[in-house]
């Protein structure tokens, strides 16, 4: 007996020391691989890093208990690429050429007859209103889910013109590094963008480990019918919500109720998001991915015909938003880069 | 050295022994303690633990991953009393009073002079029209967080008229285990309600162990405003979303973005989001509470002018909808029973 207790003894000792040495083995790996390796060093990253420290310590005067951690994060341009086009508008554009044979009357009806005769031009100058209805035809009329698929299945296989790999992977590899890092220190992470709740969330949790539920975007009324004895929920050609500009921050209270501390938007539209959630009590974080890089990506800000990034450059020293200058910022652009 | 390495062994033994006592009596005693202690055994009670092993189990057929077990109970008499009148309708009624001083035109407007000299009964004649006065008034003009602050200080201190109870402290015990069941066993809990989200907000983390965000309800147009400099959300006398009956699926559509597998009602307000619910693809469960307990709470149904239980009676042996009859399937009906 005492035998058996001095082995189980040694055993315990043996089992515990290993417990210790893998123990204290873990955290100085994981200080050792930077969690924002994407991000250049400098006063962006800097600031990033801080702000995540002071949030998060118990004993500092800037902490927030992780229930209150809530960060927002545009999607165009913000966490996938939305240059020459917002993906959503494309898939607009293509799923007409698709529908096409069941629609004959689009031959000779307009803004259709001018996509489908590849004449952009008169389809940029049918304005809002045609390019509505582009959107309305393509996006309404099925049940939700047979929307959840085409979109799902849509942004897996269609090809970026410029980067010849699918939508899915043209997204940034440092927001994603961000959007871990925010995770791994308690923060509950959403996207609030003015593209389609719906189009979006067939893919946020593959492509961002973002839930549906963490998603807010626009949206078109959807009703619930009984069809041949079945409950389904069918896309409506009207209007519900749109989340952009001063609708983000209506957005953010309808969907997630509580004020982010941290946001990031790259767009005017997305100022209002970022007004909000600086006008806190406590401490807060607002980004704008400002797009610099013609080589790896794109360059436009002010005169851009998506994305516009003009007020809010003249706006943001004296509001504390940070520019995130992606050329210098980003070491690397997409994850597909070594 | 060795003196001091026989001691450290003798306390790793100590500690890692005392760990393994602990250890070894937490599992056992949480089985013993029936996290469904105030249900009363019977079909009802082993409905629901089957369907929760049945979805759990890995290697089971009707296994379903964490991310996908959403549930969602109504609020009015599911997980808090409505009889005999909805709480926020309460809440409106009283508003008008507190507020009245400071809108002399009242005392000869209806419905509000009605109201003020206790005429319920002009109240009623008036209406959805004269009710959906009587709520604006009191439900809009402020920001979103005065009326937080408003509807949060009026739950936890006005007492309900038969309990002398705060409205917080009437919900329903057998539901507060439910909900803390149903997480323990992985799933997401929701609020899909047709009273205003942002009514329920302010309780429903303390009440339910419900974040903001897992709440769905009616709610009213909100704008963002710049307001001497400072950003705000001013709430607007329009509504914006009815959150019943046919509306329940679509709101959980657009919060959630996922079908629930598990849905709780009392009325047949809410058939339509248990329909939905049972209509999923997998193994689903739904459930509405029948208030048949006029001694411990209230016994209503068909008849009645809140929670009209009636067409569920009729249809839920057919499609599978479990009858929860609060005499026979709670113990204990509040958290303050013994």
């Not at 691989?33 to 994407?38: E, H, K």
């Not at 410029?162 to 699918?166: I, L, T, V, Y």
């Given at each position: 007996m005492s035998n058996q207790l001095t082995n189980l003894g040694r055993n315990l000792i043996a089992a515990t020391l290993l417990g210790l040495i893998l123990f204290a083995g873990s955290p100085a790996s994981a200080q050792d691989?930077?969690?924002?390796?994407?991000w250049s060093e400098g006063p962006t990253k800097t600031a990033i890093v801080e702000f995540v420290a002071a949030v998060t310590d118990e004993n500092g005067k800037d902490y927030v208990k992780p229930a209150d951690r809530i960060a927002t994060f545009d999607n165009d341009?913000?966490?996938w690429v939305e240059y020459p086009m917002y993906t959503q508008v494309l898939f607009a554009f293509e799923r007409v050429k698709e529908l096409a044979p069941q629609h004959p009357e689009w031959k000779t009806k307009q803004p259709f007859k001018a996509l489908l005769e590849g004449d952009m031009k008169t389809v940029g100058a049918s304005g809002m209103k045609g390019i509505g209805e582009i959107v309305m035809a393509t996006h309404a009329g099925m049940t939700a889910e047979e929307f959840a698929e085409e979109a799902g299945n849509w942004l897996r296989n269609t090809k970026h013109s410029?980067?010849?790999?699918?939508y899915l992977e043209c997204i940034y590899k440092p927001q994603l590094e961000l959007l871990a890092y925010l995770r791994a220190n308690g923060f509950k992470t959403y996207i609030v963008s003015g593209g389609g709740i719906s189009f979006m969330r067939p893919i946020t949790m593959e492509a961002y480990g973002i839930p549906p539920a963490q998603v807010v975007g626009s949206s078109i009324v959807t009703e619930f019918q009984i069809k041949d004895g079945k409950p389904v929920l069918v896309r409506q050609p009207?209007?519900?919500f749109i989340d952009d500009k001063a609708g983000k921050p209506v957005g953010i209270y309808q969907h997630i109720g509580q004020r982010p501390i941290l946001a990031f938007g790259n767009a005017d539209a997305d100022m209002q998001m970022i007004q909000y959630t600086k006008a806190g009590a406590g401490r807060s974080l607002g980004l704008f991915v400002h797009h610099t890089d013609a080589n790896r990506e794109f360059a436009y800000d002010r005169k851009s015909h998506v994305g516009t990034l003009d007020k809010v450059l003249d706006m943001a020293k004296e509001n504390d938003w940070i520019i995130v200058d992606m050329k210098r910022d980003w070491k690397r652009i997409f994850p597909s880069e070594k």
């Open positions: 691989a930077d969690p924002l390796a994407s341009g913000t966490l410029k980067f010849k790999r699918p009207k209007i519900n």
